[in-house]
């Protein structure tokens, strides 16, 4: 069964940093393309950011880009996103995402998702 | 980037009855590259279509999808009380993914 567990949320100030990490089971990790999705009750969902299956591709939304890092570790089948320079607007659950396929582009879509990791940013 | 809006905001509708809702993009999507997604409280999103109208693995054949372009359709034929949810369309043809805003779909 495919299953991926986030972890790693919780409180921070403005401006600090945070990491998020997703353990992946049930898939040959190293074969598929990764991505975290964000949801807050004002704008929904939004997608952040996505990674290759060989990690060397990645992809961010404007919204986070030069503040966020998303990477991977295939020997412990983990996704990580970096988080720096944190706002308000921030503030949301993240989700960990499967991209169904090995690549992100030529129409793949998010197959399987976490159960989220509630980051909050606030003083 | 595309904007997906999706209508109704709320269904409210009884177990039996039918549900269709739409999802339309302010541009073409790209190969129908849309997705329907089912999301209860407290949990994670679910895949229900991909393709505009491929059902994922072990979803029930009373969800459908349609539509091509512009506009987007989901169907349940009748509702079953695990199908009360919001639904969110999303397009992965065009950089970057857009999520529509959702419908709720409650029991009237």
């Known amino acids: 069964e495919v299953q991926v567990l986030e972890s790693g949320g919780g409180l921070v100030q403005p401006g600090g940093s945070l990491r998020l990490s997703c353990a992946a089971s049930?898939?040959?990790?190293?074969?598929?393309?990764m991505s975290w999705v964000r949801q807050t009750p004002g704008k929904g969902l939004e997608w952040v950011s996505a990674i290759s299956a060989s990690g060397g591709s990645t992809y961010y939304a404007d919204s986070v880009k030069g503040r966020f890092t998303i990477s991977t570790d295939n020997s412990k089948s983990t996704l990580y996103l970096q988080m720096n320079s944190l706002r308000a607007e921030d503030t949301a659950i993240y989700y960990c995402?499967?991209?169904?396929?090995?690549?992100?582009?030529?129409?793949?879509?998010?197959?399987?998702w976490g159960q989220g990791t509630l980051v909050t940013v606030s003083s | 980037d595309i904007v997906l809006t999706q209508s109704p905001g709320t269904l409210s509708l009884s177990p039996g009855e039918r549900a269709t809702l739409s999802c339309r993009a302010s541009q073409s999507v790209s190969s129908s590259y849309l997705a329907w997604y089912q999301q209860k409280p407290g949990q994670a999103p679910r895949l229900l279509i991909y393709g505009a109208s491929t059902r994922a693995t072990g979803i029930p054949d009373r969800f459908s999808g349609s539509g091509s372009g512009t506009d987007f359709t989901l169907t349940i034929s009748r509702l079953e009380p695990e199908d009360f949810a919001v639904y969110y369309c999303q397009q992965y043809g065009s950089s970057p993914w857009t999520f529509g805003q959702g419908t709720k779909v409650e029991i009237k």
């Open positions: 049930g898939f040959t990790f190293s074969s598929y393309a």
């Open positions: 995402a499967r991209i169904s396929g090995s690549y992100f582009w030529g129409g793949r879509y998010f197959d399987y």
